[in-house]
């Protein structure tokens, strides 16, 4: 590890770590019924860049993330989906098709992994499926 990378974790377990505050961030933002910019003000300390530019590439994009998610969720309409598993479809969406420094294994299987950890038992399935074929249309 170099000097300055000494205070923190190696590249990938900062970048899951990030991906994970993200994805807290965008449910904060859906549950409080906040903008992610008023989120990310409201915090005592600053996220990880990473996980900042996730939240605001989102919120930037969320039209097409939408549209993404509705097109490849097949007889799913969004506000019907649980809000964990819409907040990690938008992040993961964002990542595939806004982020290609990003491996599609990396956003799918990170997106899986907190499915399976933070929401119901079938959404680790779920959100495989829609993210494959998001991937598939976007990479």
Do not use: C
Request: charged fraction near 25%.
């Amino acid at each position: 590890m170099s000097p300055d990378t000494e205070h923190s974790d190696p590249l990938p377990g900062s970048r899951r770590e990030a991906r994970e505050r993200a994805f807290h961030l965008l449910y904060e933002s859906e549950m409080k019924n906040e903008g992610s910019s008023e989120v990310l003000a409201a915090l005592p300390l600053e996220p990880d860049t990473f996980a900042v530019e996730l939240v605001t590439g989102v919120a930037e994009q969320s039209e097409t993330i939408d549209s993404l998610i509705i097109d490849h969720a097949h007889n799913w309409e969004l506000d019907r989906m649980p809000s964990l598993d819409r907040a990690l479809l938008r992040l993961a969406t964002y990542e595939l098709a806004f982020r290609p420094d990003v491996p599609t294994g990396a956003v799918i299987s990170e997106a899986v992994d907190l499915a399976k950890r933070y929401s119901t038992d079938d959404s680790g399935k779920f959100v495989n499926g829609v993210l494959s074929a998001i991937a598939a249309a976007v990479r």
